[in-house]
């Protein structure tokens, strides 16, 4: 191999537990370092999603229209997507607001639960009815599993995956292989 | 009573019959009573009352006629003539009295030499709208419970056994089961405690399906005496009618009915004077589809939550408390007295080879003659649909049947000469059903209809098996979201799994066929939900290329 | 049909004994025995999940479907009793695919969210997901809005998490007696409910005896206080009671 392979990973609706248990592969992050170039990582300072992917881990549910938007970015970019995480396989905890209208949802998250004065808040309550402020991606009626939007081509459940599952799946890819990780972790893992 | 009263009390009712000079009879099923026809009658009674010839002429109310379409109808049979009247309001009564002595009310006139009487073949039908419901002297005046005292007095329980086997008979419920063979199979089972149940499937759950109602609603002692044959045949001593708390008329017949029989002693203990007793009773379904399944009817009669359970044991050995117990469905019952009346040859030699006497359809949907039908296994589709149907309204053009309701599928009109025959209908991808037939013009969406039925089974599915219960809600919302245009080739191929899945794992009949209306309306009609897709384009140009192989006969 | 009598000329009627073929393997049985019976005593496993041993069985998940040689049916090897000569198939692809796509419409149907679930870890979905290989479901989430009813003093009804196996509604009523539970409803809008749709908590005949907890295969029901992946259930009693009424 003339170049090591491209690998990149993003974050979609999720809490970064995939990244951390990820980056809880601790000496072996070190190892693979050497076999990979990561290209583009919240771990990294690239803001655009670079150009031939060879490999993309991505985490969280796809739950607004930025991450819509990242999501085809990726799939178009990417060779090999992973689903990493049961956010991402499942939809998981941020698809528990499904059952809510996304109105009642802001009212409760930014209303209700807001603890500090929010833009044009009536003085009576205390409280904005205006929600949250303009340069918040709008939010999609679901958050929903990433292989509801694009083609996944490998799914790594877990809340986080393990650390070895993750690493079993990134060294099968490269040894180019499509790993199978259900023998390594599992829903609510 | 005994079996020559019986014979004096038929000869006296023929003899009450021909010395009347008119006999007018008022439709008065539901389909015409829902038109006032029971009013008709009451008007026609009194006018006749009035003008003195009482004496003469006998007006009763009878049961369905068939033409439903075109109620309420009124027949009159003079001196071996008759005719018939369609339509009929009370402004026509006078009319019609004053016509019993001079000429047929053209304007009224319902030629009985049209295709849609003339071509029927009537066994099951055959006293519907000829004798009144509510008599069992009726009944009897036309031959009634004869078969049963044939079958008590000259012939054993295998005899009555195999004189049903051999005529071929085949379950009228939906499955085709040989009759014969059930019976057999009750009759070897050995009872328990003593005992052995009869139990008439009156559950009739298909949408658009009123076949059953209307032989309780118009000969009901047609079915008592068949069950009561089957009892004797079988050897048991109790029996349960299932029907539908939604007929409230065929129960109300029917208790009528019951209770004649137990008075004249063709019911309840010691029947005809012989040492066989049977007792009937009625059971009310409270209108969920699955409890026609036979398991789950069982459940229900018991008195625990109607679901079906996995068979084997099959009722026939371990039914209602566990004991071996017949069911059988309405029309089933109905064809039993003509067979042992007439002899099984003369029953086996209408119809097909595999499928023996006739069928009861009831026409509905795009035809001219929406109604009730009884026509010999074997007819063309295309006879029952252009002849008997009379054919599409508003010079549309015929585009599918739909048969054996939730449970069936389409038939496409490249299957218009196919015969009507068990076999046959398979074949083509549906069932013969109960006898639903909804037949739809070019202006039907295919998928409409795979969305109405499978709409109709997610909300009867009982919810006991997952397959079932989960598989057709997903299978529903994924014909919902084609139908809306927002489906894509991945939700295609989905349904279609789904539908493998469904009719292979679940637990009874109604999930295993739950899937049919879509399969059989993506075998013929496939470009429809093609178009509808978002990206369908490119599969619908391959099969346009291969166009003409698709679906072809 | 072989009517069985006492006479001693019938007596080689009346062995229970038949012989079939489980997945290539010879094994005997006694005629009155499940598939499913004889296939564990012979160390084959068939994936279950509304069976539980002690209870009737109900033959009601289809995931022990099995095939039978010469039938293009499928049978539910809990309620189907082996015959002589029988030749079943555990495993297929067939098989395998149905399976999966039963825990798969589980998955769906309820909103399973596992990393938030008491009973994470020790679930029987969760094991029957990971045994079949399921990494992913196909099929659209329903996202059905369920109700927990909490109304208990001891123990809690997530119908997030019901499978509709109807262990406790047999449990409660075949084994403890008090049939509290019973299942509402049709189709997709089944419930598991108590005494005739009264919160839990305000049932009359619920001795609080825990069974129905403790046999549940999911985060169904479940004791209050449990934090996440907490809940230990404890099914062992059945067997134990079984054992004892039998032999009593
Ligand atoms: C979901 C379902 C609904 C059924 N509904 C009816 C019904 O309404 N009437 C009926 O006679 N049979 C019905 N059947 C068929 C019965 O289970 C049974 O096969 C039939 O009553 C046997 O009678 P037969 O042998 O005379 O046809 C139904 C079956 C299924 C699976
Ligand atoms: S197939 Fe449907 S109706 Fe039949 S038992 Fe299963 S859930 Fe009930
Ligand atoms: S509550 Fe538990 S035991 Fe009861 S039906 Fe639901 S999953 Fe089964
Ligand atoms: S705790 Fe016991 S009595 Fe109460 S519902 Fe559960 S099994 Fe029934």
Known sequence: MSAKPRVATAWLDGCSGCHMSFLDLDEKLVDLAGMVDVVCSPTVDIKEFPQNVDVALVEGAVSSEEDLHKIKLIRSRTKILVSLGDCAVTGNVPAMRNFFTIESLFKRAYQENADVPLRGEPASTGRSIDGPCVAVPKLCENARPIHEIVKVDVHVPGCPPPPDAIFHVVAELLAGRIPDASSLTRFGK | MTPEELGKLAAKEQKARSACKHRVNVCCAAGCASMNSDKIKDDLQSAIKEKGIADQVQ???VGCMGLCAAGPLVSIESEGKSVMYKGVTDGDVSEV???????????LNLPTDMPFFARQEKIVLENCGVIDPERIEDY???????????????????GVVGEITRSGLRGRGGAGYPTGLKWGTVAKSPAREGRKYIVCNADEGDPGAFMDRSVLESDPHRVLEGMAIAAYAVGATHGFLYVRAEYPLAIKRLKRAISQAQKIGVLGANILSTTFSFNLEIRLGAGAFVCGEETALIASIEGNRGQPRPRPPYPAEFGLWGCPTLINNVETFANI??????????????????SKGTKVFALAGKIENTGLVEVPMGIKLRDIIEDIGGGIPDGGKFKAVQTGGPSGGCIPKQYMDMPIDYESVKEAGSIMGSGGMIVMDESSSMVDVAKYFMEFCKSESCGKCVPCRVGTAQMYDLLEKIHKGE?????????????????????CGLGQTAPNPVLSTLRYFRHEYLELLRDGQKELAAAGADKGKDGAV | MTTMTASPSSAAHDIQVVTLKIDDQEVSASRNQTILQVAA???????????????????????????????????????TRVSEGMTVITDSPRLRKYRKQIVELLFVERNHVCSVCVSNGRCELQALAVKLGITHITQPYRYDKMVVDSSHDLFRLDHNRCVLCTRCVRVCDQIEGAHVWDVAGRGIDCRITADLNLPWGDSDVCTSCGKCVHICPTGALTEKGTAVAEMRKQPDFLPYLTIMRENH
């Open chain 2, 337 to 354: 007295a003509p067979i042992v009346d007439r002899g099984f040859r003369w029953f086996a030699s209408i119809g097909t080879d595999k």
């Open chain 2, 59 to 61: 007006v009763r109310s």
């Open chain 2, 140 to 158: 009897i005046a036309v031959g009634g419970y004869a078969a049963l005292i044939k079958a008590l007095t000259e012939m054993t329980p295998a």
């Open chain 2, 487 to 507: 489906g894509a080739s991945d939700d295609l191929a989905m349904l279609e799994s789904l539908c493998e899945l469904v009719s292979q794992t679940s637990l």
């Open chain 3, 41 to 79: 005593e012979n160390q084959i496993e068939i994936p279950t999940l509304c069976f539980m041993p002690g209870l009737k069985p109900m033959g009601s998940c289809r995931i022990c479907l099995v095939e039978l040689a010469g039938s293009p049916r499928l049978f539910a090897a809990c309620v």
């Open chain 2, 97 to 107: 009295v004053e016509s019993l002595e001079g000429k047929p009310i053209e304007r």
